[in-house]
């Protein structure tokens, strides 16, 4: 085993999760199992490794069960051929609050007009399209693409085909979908892809189709558990749609007296107490040591059993907002007199967001860590009494708000402005290959039984298990149940009735 032992009465959950994946991969490369059986029980491995902490990475059997898939399945016809300065962006879905799809937003904004930047949904369905991403597409002339296709080898097939006409091929993929793999998994292909790393904390698909793996921040954990070792730091770049205007209203706002508003922005998830490990003692203290301020909180609905407690102690003085419209979400910031990261894990874009919207913002050092701008910044705590010393300033002492904000623009100006931020991303494009080749997939991916693998799978302990359903059709499969019209099934601990006329 591997890591401090700080959380090692946490490591027989990621044991237990590694048998289960483990016995998903032996089902995955057991070529006398039926193909449809492999590739759900395959879908459902990438679900679990996703979300639920196996101490995996990465999948070289998973890698090399969707290469196959894309090499042994073709289109009629390739080309070299393709419209210089254009750049196809390939999202899972799209949405209209987190960071994934603000980066998808901004970087469609901040190369234009230089290049032209369309945007391929995958599996969007008849989920709303956020407005903004549509306007900065129509800005650069570029085209928004739905997916046709129903079964995720035909959706790969119709990226392929599409995606020929671009010069870059830029993934902003969600962790566990194979579409992209199974599009780009052949070097018949030619265009280059670069893999914007959005995830880093969690396992992915998509290392060996990366031409060019792109990080957030320099302590990328690529390196030292995917075996990435030439991937390429790029930023959040920051919006140019943040006015003088926005800026100068959240001065003349927070100034007041009468009221103060702190807001803190994130998933549920991201506040989840681990072990000792949490937020709300903290919260709690500044609370309470500000009667004026009020808690804003967006991103967590108001069911949420870990903010429970602070909502009975405090009542109207925190709000919990769920996810927001952006628009909605960045006019909140701009009325806020302090950003409160997340924690045990923290943000990136809503930090970003803060500096743009001129709001200074306090962050606690995390396992998982923060990118480089917070971590230099004099934002960044090291210790929960620093966290509620330096709030408690900004709250009370207008000088001191303004040299954090100074000191936290200055940071992120260095690599989040939008012209630095244009300076690398066209040196990356300049260095990107030419041509489209695959890394080796063929060796055994390493396994990291440690703190920080603990700490996800406590993170994301039951997090989209409604959607592994797959796993009980394999159990059943194995176990030659009679078909019937019920089961009580058992997935990780946890029993589901399931009801079905038939198996798939």
Same mark, same amino acid.
């Given at each position: 085993?591997?890591?401090?032992?700080?959380?090692?009465?946490?490591? $027989?959950?990621?044991?237990?999760?590694?048998?289960?994946?483990?016995?998903?991969?032996?089902?995955?490369?057991?070529?006398?199992?039926?193909?449809?059986? &492999?590739?759900?029980?395959?879908?459902?491995?990438?679900?679990?490794?996703?979300?639920?902490?196996?101490?995996?990475?990465?999948?070289?059997?998973?890698?090399?069960?969707?290469?196959?898939?894309?090499?042994?399945?073709?289109?009629?016809?390739?080309?070299?051929?393709?419209?210089?300065?254009?750049?196809?962006?390939?999202?899972?879905?799209?949405?209209?609050?987190?960071?994934?799809?603000?980066?998808?937003?901004?970087?469609?904004?901040?190369?234009?007009?230089?290049?032209?930047?369309?945007?391929?949904?995958?599996?969007?369905?008849?989920?709303?399209?956020?407005?903004?991403?549509?306007?900065?597409?129509?800005?650069?002339?570029?085209?928004?693409?739905?997916?046709?296709?129903?079964?995720?080898?035909?959706?790969?097939?119709?990226?392929?085909?599409?995606?020929?006409?671009?010069?870059?091929?830029?993934?902003?993929?969600?962790?566990?979908?194979?579409?992209?793999?199974?599009?780009?998994?052949?070097?018949?292909?030619?265009?280059?892809? @670069?893999?914007?790393?959005?995830?880093?904390?969690?396992?992915?698909?998509?290392?060996?189709?990366?031409?060019?793996?792109?990080?957030?921040?320099?302590?990328?954990?690529?390196?030292?558990?995917?075996?990435?070792?030439?991937?390429?730091?790029? $930023?959040?770049?920051?919006?140019?749609?943040?006015?003088?205007?926005?800026?100068?209203?959240?001065?003349?706002? *927070?100034?007041?007296?009468?009221?103060?508003?702190?807001?803190?922005?994130?998933?549920?998830?991201?506040?989840?107490?681990?072990?000792?490990?949490?937020?709300?003692?903290?919260?709690? &203290?500044?609370?309470?040591?500000?009667?004026?301020?009020?808690?804003?909180?967006?991103?967590?609905?108001?069911?949420? /059993?870990?903010?429970?407690? @602070?909502?009975?102690?405090?009542?109207?003085?925190?709000?919990?907002?769920?996810?927001?419209?952006?628009?909605?979400?960045?006019?909140?910031?701009?009325?806020?007199?302090?950003?409160?990261?997340?924690? $045990?894990? #923290?943000?990136?874009?809503?930090?970003?967001?803060?500096?743009?919207?001129?709001?200074?913002?306090?962050?606690?050092?995390?396992?998982?860590?923060?990118?480089?701008?917070?971590?230099?910044?004099?934002?960044?705590?090291?210790?929960?009494?620093?966290?509620?010393? /330096?709030?408690?300033?900004?709250?009370?002492?207008?000088?001191?708000?303004?040299?954090?904000?100074?000191?936290?623009?200055?940071?992120?100006?260095?690599?989040?402005?939008?012209?630095?931020?244009?300076?690398?991303?066209?040196?990356?494009? /300049?260095?990107?290959?030419?041509?489209?080749? @695959?890394?080796?997939?063929?060796?055994?991916?390493?396994?990291?039984?440690?703190?920080? *693998?603990?700490?996800?799978?406590?993170?994301?302990? #039951?997090?989209?298990?409604?959607?592994?359903?797959?796993?009980?059709?394999?159990?059943?499969?194995?176990? /030659?149940?009679?078909?019937?019209?019920?089961?009580?099934?058992?997935?990780?601990?946890?029993?589901? *009735?399931?009801?079905?006329?038939?198996?798939?």
């Amino acid at each position: 085993m591997n890591g401090n032992n700080k959380f090692s009465k946490l490591y $027989p959950l990621v044991e237990n999760n590694k048998k289960e994946f483990d016995e998903l991969i032996r089902i995955v490369n057991d070529t006398n199992i039926n193909f449809d059986k &492999r590739l759900k029980t395959a879908v459902a491995a990438l679900k679990v490794a996703t979300y639920q902490s196996t101490g995996y990475f990465y999948s070289n059997d998973l890698e090399r069960f969707f290469i196959n898939i894309a090499q042994t399945n073709d289109i009629e016809k390739y080309s070299s051929e393709f419209c210089p300065k254009t750049i196809l962006h390939v999202l899972t879905q799209a949405y209209k609050a987190g960071g994934h799809t603000r980066v998808a937003e901004r970087w469609v904004e901040n190369l234009t007009p230089e290049y032209k930047s369309s945007v391929v949904l995958i599996n969007q369905e008849k989920k709303e399209i956020p407005p903004l991403l549509i306007e900065n597409v129509q800005k650069s002339n570029g085209n928004f693409i739905k997916l046709k296709s129903q079964s995720i080898i035909d959706k790969g097939l119709e990226l392929r085909k599409l995606a020929m006409n671009y010069e870059y091929i830029v993934l902003h993929t969600h962790m566990e979908d194979p579409v992209a793999t199974i599009a780009f998994g052949t070097q018949k292909f030619m265009r280059p892809i @670069l893999f914007f790393n959005h995830a880093d904390h969690l396992f992915w698909i998509g290392r060996t189709i990366a031409d060019v793996v792109l990080e957030l921040k320099s302590n990328s954990i690529s390196r030292s558990y995917r075996n990435i070792t030439d991937s390429i730091k790029c $930023p959040i770049p920051a919006s140019k749609k943040i006015t003088s205007q926005l800026n100068q209203a959240n001065i003349l706002y *927070s100034s007041s007296k009468d009221e103060q508003i702190i807001l803190t922005s994130g998933s549920a998830f991201k506040y989840t107490p681990i072990c000792a490990e949490s937020i709300f003692d903290t919260f709690d &203290r500044i609370l309470w040591a500000c009667p004026k301020a009020k808690m804003i909180v967006i991103g967590v609905t108001p069911k949420d /059993k870990n903010w429970q407690h @602070l909502i009975q102690k405090y009542k109207d003085r925190i709000s919990l907002l769920g996810g927001l419209p952006f628009a909605e979400y960045q006019n909140w910031i701009s009325k806020a007199n302090v950003v409160l990261d997340s924690y $045990p894990m #923290g943000g990136g874009t809503a930090l970003t967001d803060a500096i743009n919207c001129g709001v200074p913002f306090v962050s606690l050092d995390n396992v998982l860590k923060q990118i480089d701008p917070v971590i230099n910044s004099i934002g960044f705590c090291r210790t929960k009494e620093e966290f509620i010393e /330096k709030t408690l300033k900004i709250l009370a002492e207008p000088d001191y708000r303004q040299k954090v904000l100074a000191n936290e623009r200055a940071c992120f100006e260095k690599e989040n402005s939008p012209e630095l931020w244009l300076t690398t991303v066209k040196q990356i494009l /300049k260095n990107t290959p030419k041509v489209h080749r @695959l890394r080796d997939y063929t060796k055994t991916s390493e396994n990291f039984i440690n703190d920080y *693998s603990a700490i996800l799978a406590y993170m994301y302990k #039951g997090t989209k298990i409604s959607k592994i359903f797959d796993l009980f059709i394999i159990k059943l499969y194995k176990q /030659k149940t009679p078909i019937a019209k019920s089961y009580i099934i058992e997935i990780f601990g946890k029993k589901y *009735s399931i009801k079905t006329k038939k198996l798939i």
